[in-house]
């Protein structure tokens, strides 16, 4: 079992920053990623880490999210800049991604923390 605690949500104005962090229980960033889910919404991804080790985005956020990792901490990291009302959701950190599925797809992962959310006013 892996335990995943997200910190670092808030309230923001539109084209604010916030940073996400995922501490894990275990760790292998390869096999986790962000996610958000928004009221009536189903959970989408945001930006994950491939088996190799090279950073994957929603097309929605790139450029202006950054996933980052520290393996020393055993924290996944979510830079959000220049962010938009729209990007308001509860983020997800997820782990344990099984072999061979879509990094950004929901349906891959094992392990879930319990959120964070993020509000963003215009």
């Known amino acids: 079992q892996v335990h995943l605690e997200e910190s670092g949500g808030g309230s923001v104005q539109s084209g604010g920053s916030l940073r996400l962090s995922c501490a894990a229980s275990e760790y292998n960033y390869k096999t986790m990623g962000w996610f958000r889910q928004a009221p009536g919404k189903e959970r989408e991804g945001v930006a994950s880490f491939d088996r190799f080790g090279s950073a994957i985005y929603a097309d929605s956020v790139a450029v202006r999210f950054t996933i980052s990792q520290d393996n020393a901490k055993r924290t996944l990291y979510l830079q959000m800049n220049n962010l938009k009302p729209e990007d308001t959701a509860m983020y997800y950190c997820?782990?344990?991604?099984?072999?061979?599925?879509?990094?950004?797809?929901?349906?891959?992962?094992?392990?879930w923390g319990q959120g964070t959310q993020v509000t963003v006013s215009s």
């Open positions: 997820a782990a344990g991604r099984r072999v061979g599925l879509s990094v950004l797809d929901p349906a891959a992962y094992g392990y």
